[in-house]
């Protein structure tokens, strides 16, 4: 098999094995690690459609992290895969309307971030081993509620880990509240700081630059690490969705191989729909990226313009986690439109930061011709999931529901009649209220958790376990802090 390797998109850091880029997240020039280039699948649809999703998962993943041993990413893969999830398909796929939602949340925080975050800790600690790392891993995350709690979930009671998780107190969903605060793990802590979101996200960021207390750290056994959306390790395991949703339609005959399908995801940060480039440079017949965005419309408007701009308003809408404005994994493909040129990559990242603003060349923006890029408005999105619901009885969650969208706006303009599977990122049981209000404006007086059950009834599905462990749960973590107080917390956890 070919060796891959990893470089930095800016430029500084090149030739790193997986298992380096992994462990170290984020590359020391700022940029992100990129695979030297797109492995080709080696498997058939034929044998792929044969396979379940775990041995989809390892011909995927072997391709690129090429100094795991066979052993040990199987070991990875039959660690995250198992039965945290609530079905043995991982990610099914539900026909709906015209089209196939590929259900990502059926993991343990009923969000498709359980995908990548199940299997990362398994990779690092992995990795840690390989290179000869003795420390314990210590992941430092600022949530403003989804990630942690979902990273809480991968890295609870996994050995040789210890996760700590910073959100702003008041600034997270009460739900959100609960799941953080009554997680389990011996290795798993809490902290409301006094401040916002970007408070915790700087305090996160300066305890990783802190030189002094990265040698106290060491000399007490510990090191950091990152869980985010930027890590190698988070990408990679989510290309595998994508083939195993292809090879699936194909053994269940609604696709015959080679025939070209269309994807659309929900999209935030990028890695979602980046995973789905990837396996389309794989190989996998997709030939329509579909990028859905809310309100949010940065992406819309750089797939139309060419110009990236990050200048405007902020607006908080239902589908929280696609609430962005900086969606760093477009980096990985601006790197790879630019031809791989790190120097111009970097050129648009500063414009970014100094400005707020790039635009890319037409030349590159002529790469960018399989992507189709939409929005939809919060009444669009409200209206979708009350029409499916009256039409099917299928209830989707808010983020689906906006790609769901545009799909039907991508539809009725382009006539295109490919098959299409829709990325389906959250349970609609996480949005209970958006999603309720949606269907009927009489829901908006009703308690959290009358909602949860009325949703169960009218869409004829039980309620999620992820759920039903928080309705009555005891609270495990009370850690308050101000915001400069961050360090001497983290301290204090570890016996510092
Ligand atoms: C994180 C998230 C997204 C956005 O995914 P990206 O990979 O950041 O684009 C969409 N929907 C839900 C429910 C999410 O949690």
Same mark, same amino acid.
């Given at each position: 098999?070919?060796?891959?390797?990893?470089?930095?998109?800016?430029?500084?850091?090149?030739? !790193? /094995? $997986?298992?380096?880029?992994?462990?170290?997240?984020? =590359?020391?020039? *700022?940029?992100?690690? @990129? #695979?030297?280039?797109?492995?080709?699948?080696?498997?058939?649809?034929?044998?792929?459609?044969?396979?379940?999703?775990?041995?989809?998962?390892?011909?995927?993943?072997?391709?690129?992290?090429?100094?795991?041993?066979?052993?040990?990413?199987?070991?990875?893969?039959?660690?995250?895969?198992?039965?945290?999830?609530?079905?043995?398909?991982?990610?099914?796929?539900?026909?709906?309307?015209?089209?196939?939602?590929?259900?990502?949340?059926?993991?343990?925080?009923?969000?498709?971030?359980?995908?990548?975050?199940?299997?990362?800790?398994?990779?690092?600690?992995?990795?840690?081993?390989?290179?000869?790392?003795?420390?314990?891993?210590?992941? !430092? /995350? $600022?949530?403003?509620?989804?990630?942690?709690?979902? =990273?809480?979930? *991968?890295?609870?009671? @996994? #050995?040789?880990?210890?996760?700590?998780?910073?959100?702003?107190?008041?600034?997270?969903?009460?739900?959100?509240?609960?799941?953080?605060?009554?997680?389990?793990?011996?290795?798993?802590?809490?902290?409301?700081?006094?401040?916002?979101?970007?408070?915790?996200?700087?305090?996160?960021?300066?305890?990783?630059?802190?030189?002094?207390?990265?040698?106290?750290?060491?000399?007490?056994?510990?090191?950091?690490?990152?869980?985010?959306?930027?890590?190698?390790?988070?990408?990679?395991?989510?290309?595998?969705?994508?083939?195993?949703?292809?090879?699936?339609?194909?053994?269940?005959?609604?696709?015959?191989?080679?025939?070209?399908?269309?994807?659309?995801?929900?999209?935030?940060?990028?890695?979602?729909?980046? =995973?789905?480039?990837?396996?389309?440079?794989?190989?996998?017949?997709?030939?329509?990226?579909?990028?859905?965005?809310?309100?949010?419309?940065?992406?819309?408007?750089?797939?139309?313009?060419?110009?990236?701009?990050?200048?405007?308003?902020?607006?908080?809408?239902?589908?929280?986690?696609?609430?962005?404005?900086?969606?760093?994994?477009?980096?990985?493909?601006?790197?790879?439109?630019?031809?791989?040129?790190?120097?111009?990559?970097?050129?648009?990242?500063?414009?970014?930061?100094?400005?707020?603003?790039?635009?890319?060349?037409?030349?590159?923006?002529?790469?960018?011709?399989?992507?189709?890029?939409?929005?939809?408005?919060?009444?669009?999105?409200?209206?979708?999931?009350?029409?499916?619901?009256?039409?099917?009885?299928?209830?989707?969650?808010?983020?689906?529901?906006?790609?769901?969208?545009?799909?039907?706006?991508?539809?009725?303009?382009?006539?295109?009649?490919?098959?299409?599977?829709?990325?389906?990122?959250?349970?609609?049981?996480?949005?209970?209220?958006?999603?309720?209000?949606?269907?009927?404006?009489?829901?908006?007086?009703?308690?959290?958790?009358?909602?949860?059950?009325?949703?169960?009834?009218?869409?004829?599905?039980?309620?999620?376990?992820?759920?039903?462990?928080?309705?009555?749960?005891?609270?495990?973590?009370?850690?308050?802090?101000?915001?400069?107080?961050?360090?001497?917390?983290?301290?204090?956890?570890?016996?510092?």
């Amino acid at each position: 098999m070919k060796e891959i390797l990893y470089n930095s998109t800016r430029g500084q850091e090149k030739g !790193l /094995t $997986a298992s380096k880029a992994i462990l170290q997240g984020l =590359a020391k020039d *700022g940029g992100l690690f @990129v #695979p030297t280039e797109i492995p080709k699948l080696e498997a058939s649809i034929e044998e792929l459609s044969k396979m379940s999703y775990q041995e989809v998962a390892y011909e995927v993943m072997k391709l690129y992290f090429t100094d795991f041993t066979e052993e040990e990413l199987k070991n990875c893969i039959n660690n995250a895969y198992d039965s945290k999830f609530d079905t043995e398909e991982i990610a099914p796929l539900a026909e709906v309307e015209g089209a196939y939602f590929l259900e990502l949340f059926h993991g343990k925080t009923i969000a498709f971030k359980d995908m990548a975050l199940s299997i990362l800790p398994h990779l690092l600690t992995t990795s840690a081993k390989k290179n000869g790392v003795k420390n314990e891993i210590v992941i !430092l /995350t $600022a949530t403003s509620g989804d990630t942690g709690k979902a =990273a809480m979930a *991968g890295f609870a009671d @996994v #050995p040789g880990t210890r996760i700590i998780v910073f959100y702003p107190d008041g600034g997270v969903s009460p739900i959100q509240e609960k799941q953080m605060v009554t997680q389990k793990g011996d290795n798993t802590y809490v902290v409301a700081i006094k401040g916002n979101f970007d408070e915790a996200q700087s305090g996160v960021k300066a305890i990783f630059n802190n030189k002094a207390l990265a040698e106290e750290m060491d000399a007490a056994g510990f090191q950091f690490s990152s869980a985010n959306s930027i890590n190698i390790g988070r990408l990679v395991p989510q290309v595998a969705y994508y083939v195993y949703a292809y090879a699936k339609l194909y053994a269940e005959g609604k696709l015959t191989d080679g025939q070209k399908m269309n994807v659309v995801v929900p999209t935030g940060n990028f890695g979602n729909i980046l =995973a789905a480039y990837y396996a389309k440079n794989m190989g996998l017949p997709i030939d329509k990226l579909i990028c859905a965005s809310n309100e949010n419309k940065v992406l819309f408007d750089f797939f139309k313009t060419g110009s990236y701009d990050k200048n405007r308003d902020f607006i908080l809408t239902t589908s929280p986690s696609m609430d962005i404005l900086i969606s760093s994994n477009l980096e990985r493909l601006i790197y790879k439109i630019a031809g791989n040129d790190a120097e111009k990559n970097s050129q648009l990242m500063k414009d970014l930061t100094e400005k707020g603003i790039y635009t890319i060349t037409d030349e590159m923006k002529a790469e960018l011709a399989d992507f189709y890029g939409n929005y939809a408005s919060e009444a669009e999105t409200a209206a979708v999931i009350k029409d499916i619901y009256e039409k099917t009885g299928y209830v989707m969650d808010t983020h689906t529901a906006v790609a769901r969208s545009v799909y039907e706006k991508y539809e009725a303009e382009t006539k295109d009649e490919n098959v299409t599977v829709i990325a389906s990122t959250a349970s609609p049981f996480k949005f209970t209220r958006s999603v309720m209000d949606a269907i009927d404006p009489k829901y908006d007086s009703w308690e959290d958790f009358d909602l949860v059950d009325e949703l169960s009834k009218i869409g004829n599905v039980k309620v999620p376990n992820a759920i039903e462990e928080i309705r009555n749960a005891e609270v495990r973590h009370n850690n308050k802090c101000e915001a400069d107080g961050m360090e001497a917390i983290v301290k204090k956890f570890l016996g510092m």
